[in-house]
Structures are given as structure tokens and as C-alpha cells.
């Protein structure tokens, strides 16, 4: 049986890039990698790297040989093995057949390994990596980490399957089996109905979630807290638009329902096109809906929910996170 992969870039992605990095002493890995990688187990690992330094003289070939070796060491360490290290040590000018998007380096690991393309993935910072999978008809995962702001709208270009602020949230997204939680609203309104006969106190939540980040982790949290059953309303991206304007969502619906319903504490997951969740509201008929402090207690679903006996809760905002601000900080 063929063996799926995931072909990793190295900087910006595994550990910090400071431009022509060649020192030990500088590796710094990035967070969250370590433990992302231990989840990834069931795939064979790959780094997939650049390193034009070389050809520039910013470095010797053994001074990137001494970088490798430590990473591969220090994975190894948590028990994280890389089968092999694939670099090209040219520039763009040199139009050589091994620089990234370029496949031969995929190639190659696909014969010497006996890799199903089809069923592996690419992880990386930037629009090459994005290139290369789909070059080698690979899925993708584009991180924002490295340089992954700066060429976010190139790299959006070449349709990665998902974008992440954080490699272990990339990890998650590639781990995905929880199918069976996303739900047509037709199949929530059945499951609601017979939830209220069970006596089961059911709690909804509803966003955009389209960058994940700590601020989502603690509001879906505090959500469940609140009763037996939770169930995410995912706005579409028409939805999305409508409301945020023409380049959002940054991840498409499916993906960002996904990653919704890899959550442990949300039980059910549906997607809806209106700009507002008022209508999904008068389906379900909750006996708490969560909003964040933003909106308040006189939130827009408030007349909705209390007219069918339930109430607001409203969750405190963690200081420093949402989707908008992640995605400001490019340049």
C-alpha cells in the first residue's frame, strides 16, 4: 500500500526564518510544531526547502547540512522522525528543475518512498509551496506564519484547501474525521425537535470563524458550559461577504465548518446564508444562544431567543485575538 505524506517547508513554517539562516545557534522553532508533528504520525514526513543562499555564497552547503541534521536530531528527540530532507540550492535565475513549485523533489520522494500524491499534502508559508502541491496534485495547508501575511493574496491565487495562523491548527484541519457532526439545517431542525423532547438544554453559537484562534478555543468553551448539546451556525460565504465585504471569507465554508466541528465540545454543525442567524434561531429554538461582549445582552438574536424562553449568554472577549486583526498585521 502506498504511503501518504505531508512535504513540509522548512523556514517559516518548522522554525523561525531570519533570512539565510545557517547557524545552529539560531534555530528556533516555531510554536506549536512540535506536538502538531506528533499528531501527524500517521503520515511520513518530509521537509521540502529552498535554500538559494547557497548558490548566493550567503552560506555553505555544510553550513545547511549542520541546520538539517539539528532539526532532524531535535524532532527525532520527541520521537518525530523526518525521512528525508529534499533542497534545491539555487535562485529563481537559474531555472533549475528542483526549486519550489517545481516538482522534482516531490517526484523524487514519491518514487524512492512509494507516495500517493493523491492522499498527501503540502504545509508551507509561501505561494511556492501552494504551487508545488497543486503542480504534484497534492492538497494543501498554507500557514501564516514566515511569510505567510506578506503573500497572503498571491498565495489565495493558487486555492490552498485551508489557511492557518498556526501549524497546529493545520494539523487538526489535515486530521479531520468528524463528518457525521455538519448537518443540513433541515437535519438540525429534526435533531433540535427531538432534543426538546429529551429534555436536553441546548445551546447555540454562531460566526464567521475563519482564521481559528485562542479567542474561538475559549468561546466554544465557555459555550458548552452552558448546556447538553452545542450547535455552531457556520455563515456561508455569501453570507460572509455580505457582511464583511469581498475579500472575506479567507477559508471557504466547508473548511471553516470543518474546523468547527473538530471541536470536542461542539456537537453539531450547519451552515447558514442569511447575514443574520435569526432564522436558523426560530428553528432550533435554543435555551441559550452565546454571543462575545461585543454585541451584548441586546444582541440582534435577543427578541428571537427569549421569545421561545431562552436567553442570552454573553461570553468576555479575550483581549488581542479575532480573525480581522490576525490578518491586519500583514506588511
Given amino acids: 500500500m502506498k504511503s501518504k505524506a505531508i512535504f513540509l517547508d522548512r523556514d517559516g513554517t518548522l522554525i523561525k526564518d531570519t533570512g539565510y539562516l545557517h547557524k545552529v545557534e539560531d534555530i528556533e522553532f516555531l510554536p506549536g510544531v512540535v506536538d502538531a508533528l506528533k499528531k501527524l504520525k500517521a503520515f511520513k514526513l518530509f521537509i521540502i526547502t529552498n535554500q538559494a543562499g547557497i548558490s548566493k555564497k550567503n552560506f555553505l552547503l555544510e553550513d545547511m547540512h549542520r541546520v538539517n541534521a539539528f532539526i532532524s536530531k531535535e524532532l527525532l528527540n520527541h520521537k518525530i522522525k523526518i525521512e528525508h530532507i529534499y533542497y534545491c540550492p539555487h535562485t529563481p535565475q537559474d531555472n533549475c528543475q528542483c526549486r519550489k513549485p517545481k516538482t522534482m523533489l516531490i517526484k523524487s520522494a514519491q518514487k524512492e518512498y512509494d507516495i500517493d500524491l493523491k492522499n498527501s499534502l503540502v504545509i508551507g508559508d509561501k505561494p511556492a509551496d501552494i504551487m508545488l502541491a497543486k503542480n504534484a496534485g497534492c492538497k494543501s495547508v498554507y500557514l501564516l506564519t514566515g511569510h505567510g501575511l506578506e503573500y497572503l493574496e498571491e498565495a489565495r491565487k493558487a486555492v490552498p484547501d485551508y489557511i492557518s495562523a498556526e501549524f497546529i491548527r493545520a494539523a487538526d484541519y489535515v486530521l479531520f474525521r468528524n463528518e457525521d457532526k455538519i448537518k443540513s439545517i433541515k437535519e438540525v431542525s429534526e435533531i433540535a425537535l427531538e432534543l426538546r423532547k429529551k429534555k436536553k438544554r441546548i445551546v447555540t453559537l454562531n460566526g464567521t470563524f475563519d482564521i481559528l484562534h485562542a479567542g474561538h478555543d475559549y468561546m466554544v468553551s465557555e459555550a458548552k458550559k452552558q448546556g447538553d448539546i452545542l450547535i455552531v451556525g457556520v455563515n456561508s460565504d455569501s453570507s460572509v461577504k455580505s457582511n464583511?465585504?469581498?475579500h472575506r471569507p479567507i477559508n471557504?465554508?466547508?473548511?471553516?465548518?470543518k474546523m468547527m466541528a473538530s471541536y470536542?465540545?461542539?456537537?453539531?454543525?450547519?451552515?447558514?446564508?442569511?447575514?443574520?442567524?435569526?432564522e436558523l434561531l426560530e428553528i432550533i429554538k435554543p435555551d441559550v444562544h452565546?454571543?462575545?461582549?461585543?454585541?451584548?445582552?441586546?444582541?440582534?438574536?435577543?427578541?428571537?431567543?427569549?421569545?421561545?424562553?431562552?436567553?442570552i449568554h454573553i461570553v468576555g472577549l479575550?483581549?488581542?485575538?479575532?480573525?480581522?486583526?490576525?490578518?491586519?498585521?500583514?506588511?
Fill in 264 to 278: 470536542k465540545e461542539v456537537d453539531y454543525v450547519t451552515l447558514f446564508n442569511e447575514k443574520t442567524p435569526i
Fill in 318 to 331: 479575550l483581549p488581542g485575538y479575532s480573525s480581522t486583526g490576525i490578518l491586519a498585521k500583514k506588511g
Fill in 244 to 246: 464583511k465585504g469581498k
Fill in 290 to 311: 452565546v454571543n462575545g461582549s461585543e454585541y451584548g445582552e441586546n444582541c440582534i438574536e435577543a427578541p428571537t431567543v427569549k421569545k421561545h424562553g431562552g436567553k
Fill in 252 to 257: 471557504n465554508e466547508m473548511s471553516r465548518g
